[in-house]
């Protein structure tokens, strides 16, 4: 009976918010935080994933596009992140591979892929290229596999990165030694004197497989390695981390 009773008012609760009209249930989404709470909301009803990916919450990456008149849909990344604002998430379309390289991240935003897991949405890097993504402030990256041949598959200038959920792959060839899944310059905090502020930089990884390479993270600047935790499986190995001020250190991949 209890039971019953529960059920029946999360319903009710349910068809009251369902009387508010879309203007209204979009600005109650746009307070959402992008994963995981807004991209749950898509998978509530065909309604709520209409206003949950609509252009004004969203920028989207869909390589099929052929209009380019649609607001807020791109069919590369590097053109969506050249049109995103600060503080705006971009849905990266799930489905093939997208092609990157050298793309500068100079503001906040947030990088997602639309898939069910990381491995339906796969960025590729080039042997040109020294890395994928380059970020010079504070980001996130979540539901992504990131993929290079040589090099890393992302550079860290500065700012807090956030690595949730990923697969960072360095493909085997003669030249592993020289590749990396994570590459941080940046130093632990830099002063900004107009405000009188500090900015912390570092880098956050929370259950991401990082596959291939030399080491898991390369530090040149003046941040390392903190709490590390590594879960093995049978085939990967899920890494939790920061990389932030303090002793110089690596993380060393085995040899599979």
């Not at 209409?50 to 596009?65: G, I, K």
């Amino acid at each position: 009976m209890e039971q019953h009773k529960k059920k029946w008012r999360l319903s009710t609760d349910f068809s009251l918010i369902n009387n508010l009209d879309d203007g209204c249930l979009m600005h109650i989404f746009s307070f959402l935080h992008p994963i995981p709470d807004r991209y749950n909301t898509a998978l509530v009803c065909h309604r709520w994933r209409f206003l949950a990916c609509h252009p004004r919450l969203w920028l989207r990456v869909d390589r099929s596009v052929k209009d380019l008149s649609q607001p807020g849909v791109y069919p590369n990344i590097e053109m969506a992140v050249s049109a995103a604002r600060p503080g705006d998430s971009i849905l990266i379309a799930a489905g093939g591979s997208h092609r990157v390289s050298n793309i500068q991240i100079e503001k906040p935003l947030c990088l997602i892929g639309a898939g069910e897991s990381p491995d339906d949405t796969t960025l590729i890097c080039s042997r040109s290229s020294d890395s994928a993504l380059e970020f010079m402030s504070t980001c996130k990256l979540a539901n992504l596999t990131v993929r290079t041949e040589l090099g890393c598959c992302l550079l860290h200038r500065s700012g807090k990165l956030t690595i949730d959920g990923c697969i960072l792959q360095c493909e085997s060839n003669p030249l592993d030694h020289l590749s990396y899944a994570i590459i941080s310059t940046a130093g632990a905090a830099e002063v900004v004197s107009s405000a009188l502020k500090t900015c912390n930089n570092g880098v956050s990884v929370v259950r991401t497989r990082i596959e291939g390479g030399a080491k898991a993270v390369l530090t040149s600047g003046t941040l390392s390695l903190q709490r590390v935790r590594v879960i093995y499986t049978r085939t990967s190995l899920f890494f939790w981390f920061e990389v932030e001020d303090g002793e110089p250190a690596s993380v060393e991949l085995p040899i599979s």
